[in-house]
């Protein structure tokens, strides 16, 4: 009886360790494939698409028209000045809004300039004096494109001769001319545009 109630005892032991490690396997592989992540999942993946950037550029140039320097820039009573110019949006660019600010310094009263004509359409920028605009398209932008400025000096046929010789024995008149170009894309209007050119 002793021997019988020790083999059950044993016999419950080897069952208890029997059933322990059949538990521990059974954890060690759910804890394996929770790790190791060896559950099979449908899986694709697509072939790598690249996009390469390339960097926007816009470039121009201010000239002169060849052959105005011959013409004389005298102030006369009643006789208008013309100083033609040329800006060059470079092949390659942008599509822009192209400005041109003339600016005059010791200008006489009764002498007045002003942007009109030439290629572009060139039209005054509301609320800056001075300054005109164009719009270049992306087409025109990308293989060069040549604008004509006419200035055109307006002298009043009222400027006397003492205005004149005050003129002339003081500081000389100047007209500065300096083109800008500042990148159409986002960019909706002149405006927009102009304040971006003076704050870079």
Not at 34 to 54: I, M, P, Q, R, Y
Not at 91 to 120: D, I, M, R
Not at 158 to 183: M, W
């Amino acid at each position: 009886m002793k021997h019988r109630a020790n083999r059950r005892r044993m016999s419950n032991k080897k069952f208890i360790a029997i059933l322990s490690v059949f538990v521990m396997l059974a954890l060690t592989m759910v804890v394996g494939c929770a790790v190791d992540g060896t559950v099979a999942w449908l899986v694709s993946k697509s072939e790598t698409s690249v996009s390469t950037f390339t960097l926007g550029d816009i470039n121009i140039e201010l000239a002169k028209e060849p052959g105005s320097e011959s013409q004389p820039l005298k102030i006369i009573p009643g006789v208008d000045i013309k100083r033609p110019l040329r800006v060059t949006v470079k092949e390659g660019s942008e599509a822009c809004w192209l400005f041109v600010k003339v600016e005059g310094t010791n200008w006489p009263a009764k002498v007045s300039y002003s942007v009109a004509g030439g290629t572009g359409g060139w039209t005054a920028l509301s609320g800056y004096p001075g300054v005109y605009y164009c719009e270049v398209s992306a087409g025109d932008a990308q293989t060069g494109v040549v604008y004509d400025v006419n200035c055109n000096v307006t002298v009043s046929e009222e400027l006397t001769k003492t205005e004149v010789n005050s003129i002339a024995s003081g500081p000389q008149p100047q007209l500065s001319f300096t083109a800008y170009a500042v990148q159409r894309d986002g960019i909706g209007d002149a405006a927009t545009a102009w304040a971006a050119a003076n704050n870079s």
